[in-house]
T-cell receptor
Framework: AQSVAQPEDQVNVAEGNPLTVKCTYS??????LFWYVQYPNRGLQFLLK??????LVKGSYGFEAEFNKSQTSFHLKKPSALVSDSALYFC??????????FGAGTTVTVRA | EAQVTQNPRYLITVTGKKLTVTCSQN?????MSWYRQDPGLGLRQIYY???????DKGDVPEGYKVSRKEKRNFPLILESPSPNQTSLYFC????????????FGDGTRLSIL
């Protein structure tokens, strides 16, 4: 069975500082990894995905994520956070099954 | 505009009264899915559908039904709602089940009294 862990419920950073949101996963086959963001009263929006290839994946709004197979991690990063990045972030994984498993989510707060 | 539309957005109802949450997508996507979001638990998949007339259980299917008679529609049915089904529900669609990102509706907040 596949699973996703987001070890931090909350991440607080100052605007302009680097932002990292952590994600580790467990799958039986090759992982398909995703990051989504959720703003208040809205559905989830796709940020980026890793399927195969380069371990550093670039996505929307200046976000990127690094796939690390040995550590089974897929951390989300942004070099310089903005106040508008404050939101709820979800990591998700799918393996050879068709089910998609989400982490519990990490609330990011960027203070001005 | 490409979108996934859910209705209603909010519903307060009572235990045992059957309800249906509709979901429609205009992107000709084959794969559709329903999730519930609960604090501290993230999103959990209820049911998914690979194509018309093909549905399968997710991680938390108990108490729910779905149907996929048309490609664009994927309604979620609660035959006899109970208070533990009070939650925020999301419908999503994608081109395929594997590598395609999912497009989400804006959610339906259900309160079962």
């Amino acid at each position: 069975a596949q699973s996703v862990a987001q070890p931090e419920d909350q991440v607080n950073v100052a605007e302009g500082n680097p932002l990292t949101v952590k994600c580790t996963y467990s799958v039986s086959g090759n992982p398909y990894l995703f990051w989504y963001v959720q703003y208040p009263n809205r559905g989830l929006q796709f940020l980026l995905k890793y399927i195969t290839g380069d371990n550093l994946v670039k996505g929307s709004y200046g976000f990127e994520a690094e796939f690390n197979k040995s550590q089974t991690s897929f951390h989300l990063k942004k070099p310089s956070a903005l106040v508008s990045d404050s939101a709820l972030y979800f990591c998700a994984v799918r393996d050879n099954d068709y089910k998609l498993s989400f982490g519990a989510g990490t609330t990011v707060t960027v203070r001005a | 505009e490409a979108q996934v539309t859910q209705n209603p957005r909010y519903l307060i109802t009572v235990t045992g009264k059957k309800l249906t949450v509709t979901c429609s997508q205009n992107m000709n996507h084959e794969y559709m899915s329903w999730y519930r979001q609960d604090p501290g638990l993230g999103l959990r998949q209820i049911y998914y559908s690979m194509n018309v007339e093909v549905t399968d259980k997710g991680d938390v299917p108990e108490g729910y039904k779905v149907s996929r008679k048309e490609k664009r529609n994927f309604p979620l049915i609660l035959e006899s709602p109970s208070p533990n089904q009070t939650s925020l529900y999301f419908c999503a669609s994608s081109l395929g089940p594997s590598s395609s990102p999912q497009h989400f509706g804006d959610g339906t907040r259900l309160s079962i009294l």
